[in-house]
């Protein structure tokens, strides 16, 4: 991992050249669009030519691109219940009470987490909260499996009431490695099921086809092919984010068990190649024997390739002054989530203004966040933390003021839209509220 010292030097290494590029013009993909489409492109040009394909071939467009894309002759788009529960009932039953174990910890959180609506029958004015009335999550495929990313999408529209609700993942025509996705599906009672990956599925969900309904919202993590059509479909369709690769940061001072510390850093570094472990600790021989638990320990995991690669290339070793700085460069990195190995955890959690999800002490470490705590693991990343927050409920839910103003207030209120309605030149606003001090 690199090695950083002092706080100007660590934000400025850590808050560079983040997230991923969607403007990227690289040779790999003016050669892969080369074969699909018969000419060069940038990643903007591929990535809204397969949309438009899409578009306008529904159905044959999908199946021409699946061929060209995947060299897979797509057999069938959709999956039903049936599929769902065979699933469910092939896994073992011990994977299998894990999910539902999981799921119901994820419903919990986010029963707990849901808005109700309110009015104020005094001022006249209130709130509804609506859901969408679709909405579909994307799975990720390829390297690995995702049947944790089906619970945290689903679960929460579910709970927030969207009637009719997606999942799409890049599946091949033998479904069997993906039984684990299928079973949390129909765990989640999800209503519909699509074997779809790439921007592909994300113009199938955004424009609908003969085989895929259109939704209302799109939300779930993908590569750069999906994360750019998500940008592109918006408008058409709501989305929940653009994500980056996975980051995590761990807060540690002298009393963490660098054992602890290192296993997480390594389990965030398996993800992905681009994935970011960042250690930040007020104490270098804490930043020294976590080096050498990292060290030690990668060579052992199944995915410790990954994982090296990204340690070397993404990770990096801050070591500050003080906790004050660590959490002042925690901030300014504002991460995906923010481990704290510290003394007395708990009374710090107010110093984290900028994260996706804090986890507190050896025990609640991010591991669990990512399989079932409660709160969905789709994060906000590439520092969009300072701004946005986690997919839950409120993801797919709408706000819907309602103003029922009566007599009382009617004269006053009225009153006052007149005279700034004036002040802007817009005297027909005007003289649609004194009209109403004429008739009544």
Not at 352 to 366: D, P, Q, R
């Amino acid at each position: 991992m690199k090695k950083v010292i002092g706080l100007e030097k660590s934000i400025n290494v850590l808050t560079t050249k983040r997230g991923i590029n969607l403007d990227s013009n690289s040779k790999s993909i003016s050669r892969f669009s080369q074969a699909i489409f018969g000419k060069e492109m940038t990643l903007l040009e591929y990535v809204n030519q397969i949309l438009e394909k899409v578009k306008a071939e529904g159905d044959k467009g999908i199946h021409d691109l699946s061929l060209k894309i995947d060299g897979e002759n797509l057999e069938r788009i959709t999956l039903d219940k049936t599929d769902l529960k065979k699933a469910y009932d092939y896994i073992p039953s011990s994977l299998r009470d894990a999910l539902e174990f999981s799921a119901s910890r994820i419903s919990k959180f986010h029963e707990r987490s849901i808005q109700g609506g309110w009015h104020d029958d005094l001022e006249g004015y209130g709130q509804r909260f609506v859901p969408v009335g679709s909405a579909a999550a994307y799975i990720p495929g390829g390297t690995a499996k995702y049947p944790s990313t089906v619970l945290m999408t689903a679960i929460p529209a579910k709970v927030s009431g969207v009637e009719d609700i997606a999942i799409t993942c890049p599946m091949p025509n033998n479904h069997s490695n993906y039984s684990s996705v299928l079973a949390a599906a129909y765990i989640a009672n999800v209503d519909h099921v699509y074997c779809l990956g790439g921007a592909q599925a994300i113009a199938a969900l955004a424009y609908g086809t003969e085989s895929v309904s259109k939704v209302d919202f799109i939300c779930g993590p993908g590569n750069i092919y999906v994360t750019l059509a998500k940008k592109l479909v918006y408008g058409d369709v709501g989305i929940d984010g653009l994500y980056g690769p996975t980051e995590t940061v761990v807060i540690a001072d002298s009393s963490a068990n660098p054992t602890l510390c290192a296993a997480d850093l390594i389990a965030q570094a398996e993800h992905d190649p681009l994935a970011r472990a960042v250690l930040i600790t007020d104490d270098p021989r804490m930043a020294e024997a976590i080096q050498e638990e990292i060290d030690r320990r990668v060579p052992m995991i199944d995915r410790s390739v990954i994982a090296k690669e990204s340690i070397e290339n993404q990770g990096v070793i801050c070591v500050v002054g003080n906790i004050d700085e660590a959490f002042t460069l925690s901030n300014a990195f504002a991460p995906e989530h923010v481990s704290l190995a510290i003394e007395n955890p708990v009374e710090f959690i107010s110093r984290i203004t900028n994260a996706g999800m804090v986890f507190t002490g050896e025990l609640s470490h991010e591991v669990l966040g990512d399989y079932g705590a409660g709160p969905s693991h789709v994060m906000p990343t590439a520092g969009t933390a300072r701004f946005n927050s986690g997919l839950g409920t409120h993801s797919f839910l709408k706000i819907m003021p309602v103003v029922s103003i009566d007599s009382n207030n009617s004269h006053e209120l009225g009153n006052a839209a007149s005279l700034i309605a004036r002040e802007e030149g817009l005297t027909g606003h005007a003289e649609a509220a004194e009209i109403r001090f004429e008739l009544n």
